[in-house]
């Protein structure tokens, strides 16, 4: 088992764990009745974040940077042979992404060229324009055999490239048999998934190899989706060549800026420099000065540089050769993969996790506390009847069926303040619903497919993002109004009712602002970046926008699925107290009917509250404990002790 295997084994183990712990503390309060709404939204989205959790890997290179093969060696070399096509000449002409979902059948996903226009990448499982090549994992030469497809190319002319929205400029026109002078050579298919079993791919991982830097200059998929979306972006060059004008105008355009954050850079190929006639110290002395040329050309730390022979490190897993494997260094890049990875994984799903221990300790000990108040006025008002003649007894019967009156009242401006909340949440989901986004898309849509000047779509760009930009400005006005409406709504409870309702949870529409301004960015960056001449071709501008609006969609769903949850949130604190106040009265009541009616001692009653005040101080260690289990077991240190 490689040391990436270990990792993600671990990384499984402790994400388990967490979902463990966070199950009792779930199935604990609702045992206490303290489960509410809020509560119950909030750990179903953690748990699902941990059973679910994806992690991309991007690999980018020029072409013959030996991409591919490292693709095979850390990932696919179980196989026992060579399965991503990577020899000279054969190699992935399309962007390819390795996953596997059990649900679904091992299989190869090929989205013909044909289909660039309209054909969105998420539905390769059910769109008909797809074609599916059964997989037999059993078999890894029939596996090797099937994913040669990916290499696989056509000729087409000019005129049914740009059709495409292939920019002829950046195409190689190959030397070609008489009549097809002047065709040119493109991938077949657009995109390809294999759905495929694999230990690492099993555990969440996801592994796309892209084709090069011309796909990214016709692929809009890549550039606006698949490398901002990566977990980690490998960036591979080769050894023997350096850093070329065209690996540094790879670097500079896609991943020097947005991407250096998440980015490996990965000099492959120094088996070429290996020469047995040469001292080990030489040796080392040349490749430490060709890892630190790399790392000044890209204008990063050295330390970030990793040199490794991909061939050979398949080579050694495939025939078990553990010294060839220890000179090829795949070892060390692995370690580095799965810290800079799971760390990042780690970060996102450890900070979700502490959010929901936070809602869940917060509102749970609201209620306590308002629980532990309640029965201390019960024990006040009836250890205040010791000794006291029964018109004493119904006098503070009559008391306290008054103030049950007067709650009741604040129950009915409560609901009031429930439907005025309820009517301006629809209307901000009006702004920010999908039909409306999808209807302004269409729009800008159909006004950029009237142009061919790249300067009159940017501005159409620029006019879209504007007024998208404009209902996020608008509904977050309106959420502010809501928060404030709440919070003095919190405050009339707290000052009238003694509960102890902290300030509603603010919420920020600043994170969907900036994903919309970094999406504006990439597509208008699209749109420079291919506009070689004065005119676009209509097909690449349809693709881009296609992506775009993909994103843009999403960025708004997102949006709504966390605006539905504060919605409910916001309200369910007040909405829980206000049940347990209820509770509480009648408790109150029937306490003093029974001892006003003799049909309970009123010394009995008082044990009975006692020891109900008793229960609660042991509920809130209870809590406390459960909170830290979770929190434990939210770390790879924590999660092996706290089972």
């Known amino acids: 088992m490689t040391s990436l295997q270990q990792r993600f084994e671990h990384d499984s183990t402790w994400r388990s764990d967490a979902s463990a712990a966070l199950g009792r503390f779930h199935d604990w309060l609702q045992a206490q009745d303290l489960l509410d709404g809020e509560v119950q939204a909030a750990v179903d989205r953690v748990r699902a974040m941990l059973a679910h959790d994806r992690l991309s890997m991007v690999f980018l290179a020029e072409f013959s940077r030996g991409k591919t093969e490292l693709i095979n060696a850390l990932f696919l070399a179980n196989s026992g042979r060579r399965m991503l096509p990577s020899s000279a000449g054969r190699t992935t002409m399309c962007p390819t992404e390795l996953r596997y979902d059990p649900a679904a059948a091992p299989a190869l996903y090929l989205l013909p060229i044909e289909a660039d226009v309209a054909t969105p990448l998420g539905q390769a499982t059910t769109d008909p324009r797809w074609v599916h090549v059964p997989l037999d994992p059993g078999a890894p030469a029939d596996v090797a055999r099937a994913l040669q497809h990916v290499a696989e190319t056509v000729r087409m002319s000019h005129h049914e490239a740009k059709a495409l929205g292939m920019d002829g400029s950046a195409v190689h026109v190959a030397a070609l048999p008489p009549g097809t002078q002047g065709s040119l050579e493109r991938p077949r298919w657009r995109y390809a998934i294999a759905n495929l079993p694999n230990p690492l791919l099993g555990q969440g991982l996801v592994v796309i190899d892209t084709p090069g830097l011309n796909a990214l200059g016709t692929e809009p998929e890549l550039t606006l989706r698949l490398l901002p979306d990566a977990h980690v972006v490998v960036f591979v060059l080769a050894a023997d060549t350096g850093v070329t004008q065209s690996d540094l105008e790879l670097w500079q355009t896609h991943v020097a800026h947005a991407q250096r954050a998440r980015c490996l850079v990965v000099l492959n190929k120094i088996d070429g420099l290996w020469d047995p006639l040469k001292p080990h110290d030489e040796a080392e002395a040349e490749l430490r000065a060709q890892v630190e040329a790399t790392a000044q050309a890209l204008g990063v730390d050295v330390a970030q540089v990793y040199p490794v022979s991909a061939q050979k490190g398949l080579v050694a897993r495939v025939s078990g050769d553990a010294a060839l494997h220890a000179a090829s260094r795949l070892a060390v890049l692995e370690e580095a993969m799965s810290e800079r990875l799971l760390a990042r994984r780690h970060a996102i799903l450890a900070d979700q996790v502490r959010v929901a221990v936070e809602v869940l300790t917060r509102n749970t000990r609201q209620l306590l506390q308002l629980r532990h108040r309640d029965l201390v006025e019960q024990l006040f008002e009836l250890r205040s009847l010791r000794g006291k003649k029964q018109a004493m007894v119904k006098h503070m019967l009559q008391r306290v069926q008054s103030e049950k009156s007067e709650f009741e009242q604040s129950i009915g401006k409560f609901k009031a303040l429930r439907m005025v909340f309820g009517r301006h949440a629809a209307e901000i989901v009006k702004t920010l619903q999908g039909r409306e986004v999808r209807r302004r898309m269409r729009s800008a849509r159909e006004a950029m497919s009237g142009h061919l000047l790249s300067s009159a779509i940017r501005n159409d760009m620029d006019a879209l993002f504007n007024d998208l930009q404009m209902r996020i400005d608008s509904a977050s006005d309106k959420i502010e109004q809501l928060h404030q409406m709440v919070d003095a709504m919190y405050k009339r409870f707290n000052a009238e009712h003694a509960f102890t309702l902290v300030a509603p949870l603010q919420f920020d529409t600043v994170r969907?602002?900036?994903?919309?301004?970094?999406?504006?960015?990439?597509?208008?960056?699209?749109?420079?970046?291919?506009?070689?001449?004065?005119?676009?071709?209509?097909?690449?501008?349809?693709?881009?926008?296609?992506?775009?609006?993909?994103?843009?969609?999403?960025?708004?769903?997102?949006?709504?699925?966390?605006?539905?949850?504060?919605?409910?949130?916001?309200?369910?604190?007040?909405?829980?107290?206000?049940?347990?106040?209820?509770?509480?009265?009648?408790?109150?009541?029937?306490?003093?009917?029974?001892?006003?009616?003799?049909?309970?001692?009123?010394?009995?009653?008082?044990?009975?509250?006692?020891?109900?005040?008793?229960?609660?101080?042991?509920?809130?260690?209870?809590?406390?404990?459960?909170?830290?289990?979770?929190?434990?077991?939210?770390?790879?240190?924590?999660?092996?002790?706290?089972?």
């Open 512 to 643: 969907y602002r900036d994903a919309l301004a970094a999406q504006a960015a990439l597509a208008q960056s699209q749109v420079r970046g291919v506009n070689a001449w004065l005119r676009l071709q209509p097909g690449l501008v349809a693709r881009i926008f296609g992506v775009v609006a993909e994103n843009v969609q999403e960025v708004f769903s997102s949006l709504n699925r966390d605006l539905d949850v504060w919605f409910k949130s916001v309200m369910t604190p007040l909405e829980a107290q206000v049940r347990e106040h209820q509770k509480q009265l009648r408790r109150r009541v029937d306490s003093i009917e029974r001892v006003h009616e003799a049909t309970d001692t009123l010394e009995g009653r008082i044990g009975e509250l006692e020891a109900a005040l008793a229960e609660l101080d042991a509920l809130n260690a209870t809590i406390a404990e459960h909170g830290r289990q979770i929190l434990e077991s939210a770390t790879p240190e924590g999660s092996r002790a706290v089972a």
